[in-house]
């Protein structure tokens, strides 16, 4: 065999928790670690360590990954009430890719692998739609009332200089009523923008992006305007150098063409929009454990991770000795997304074109017909075994071996 490939600048790896923590090591084992000199920047993620370090290692791992670029991670518990108990919690830690997300100011997109044998419930989304969500205001950070018989509801906003500005939102007569206050900023549509924009320009995809403006002349006006303006000055130059467009319409006439398409672009959505589409497209499209997600910053930060969570039905049936069949491709795309961009930055085509490859040998072990027991239950393919978690991986090494000889 040919020499490993040699990495210049760290990755971050964030490892994580219950069965995906199982899934990590045997990725780096099988399918890595025999090609790669692997260079990473270790962090623990796993709820124990969290736990001993206050959670710093969280915010440790986040402000390398803002120092070296790129970062993968494995899915990692949000604590709830049964995990206190269960992992002796001093505090109920936030979820880390919250903090994480804050410390990077980034935007989640989320992309569906597609294999052969596995139709969409739209069958003609032959390509991946990849969703962008704002996850910044709206209706996630509101204030809301309910509201008495008889009472008046303004909007009250008092400027620097002590001065207010008032307007009406409803007079309530004859009956009780509920009211709500959302806000967002400037900055943060502005930085949710550049990160669609870039993300476009990196994948070569088209971005599509929709509000109700013609409803919500102010607030959702605000959005199109930020995004339209930033092109313009920005972006409009690259987008056409590389035949991409950037295309604006109406949320209801989005939603029509998203179901009439082939997919193959990006859509950009308002946080409340992105929150209900992305589980749409998901279900469309098959499966969680088909579907990959990355972080990226307006400065072009990038942190891989699978879209699923730690998978903890699994896990249990693991630590009784049980055999599993989970479905590492997600987090194998997170390993191979992550060191594919470590490769474009540092010029190192041997990584990119190993990533390439790990990819290809993986929906070809699908294509094949070796898969695990949620994909053996959605293809179509007419002879096709299911294997467990690791059998499925030696499988995808058997070609990979063979794509690097
Ligand atoms: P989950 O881990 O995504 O799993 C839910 C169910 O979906 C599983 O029980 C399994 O169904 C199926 N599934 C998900 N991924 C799969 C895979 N790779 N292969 C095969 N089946 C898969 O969600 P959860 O059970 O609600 O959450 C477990 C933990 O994950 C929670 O502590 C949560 O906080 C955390 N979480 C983390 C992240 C993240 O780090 N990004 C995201 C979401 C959740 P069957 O049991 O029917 O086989
Ligand atoms: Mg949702």
Redesign the pocket.
């Known amino acids: 065999m040919n020499e490993k490939i040699k990495m210049t600048t760290p990755l971050v790896e964030m490892d994580?928790d219950e069965m995906t923590r199982i899934i990590w090591k045997m990725i780096k084992d099988i399918l890595i670690l025999p090609y790669v000199d692997l260079n990473t920047e270790y962090y623990d993620l796993g709820l124990v360590h969290r736990n001993e370090t206050d959670d710093q290692v969280t915010f440790d791992s986040a402000e390398a990954t803002k120092k070296y670029g790129v970062a993968v991670k494995c899915?990692?518990?949000?604590p709830n009430a049964a995990r206190m108990p269960e992992y002796n919690l001093k505090e109920m830690w936030k979820s880390p890719?919250g903090t994480i997300r804050a410390i990077l100011d980034g935007t989640v997109f989320r992309t569906p692998i597609i294999v052969k044998g596995i139709t969409p419930y739209i069958p003609t989304w032959t390509k991946p739609i990849t969703i962008a969500r704002h996850a910044y205001g709206d209706v996630y950070k509101n204030t809301e009332m309910r509201v008495a018989n008889d009472s008046k509801a303004e909007l009250v906003v008092t400027k620097a200089d002590g001065t207010e500005e008032r307007a009406l939102i409803h007079e309530f007569k004859d009956t009780d009523g509920i009211i709500q206050g959302l806000h967002n900023t400037d900055k943060s549509i502005s930085s949710f923008a550049r990160a669609c924009f870039n993300f476009a320009i990196d994948t070569k995809q088209d971005l599509w992006f929709a509000t109700k403006d013609t409803i919500s002349k102010k607030y959702d006006h605000r959005f199109k305007d930020i995004f339209a303006e930033i092109y313009e000055n920005e972006y409009k130059e690259k987008f056409e150098a590389l035949g991409i467009e950037y295309f604006y319409t109406l949320i209801d006439d989005a939603v029509a063409r998203v179901i009439r398409s082939n997919g193959g672009y990006i859509w950009a959505c308002k946080n409340y929009d992105g929150d209900v589409m992305s589980d749409m497209v998901a279900t469309a499209y098959g499966s969680?454990?088909m579907m990959t997600s990355v972080l990226v910053s307006p400065d072009g930060v990038y942190e891989y991770?699978a879209a699923?969570?730690?998978?903890?039905?699994?896990y249990y049936k693991h630590l009784k000795g049980e055999k599993t069949s989970?479905?590492s491709v997600?987090t194998i795309f997170a390993w191979s997304g992550a060191l594919r961009k470590r490769g474009e930055l540092d010029g190192n085509t041997a990584l990119s074109d190993y990533a390439d490859k790990l990819e290809r040998a993986t929906i070809q072990t699908i294509e094949e017909g070796i898969m695990?027991g949620?994909l053996a239950a959605l293809s179509s393919i007419p002879n096709k075994t299911t294997v467990d978690t690791e059998a499925f991986l030696v499988a995808v090494n058997e070609r990979l071996a063979a794509l690097m000889k």
């Open positions: 994580g899915a990692t518990i949000t890719n969680l454990a991770e699923h969570g730690t998978v903890q039905r699994h989970t479905n997600a695990t949620d």
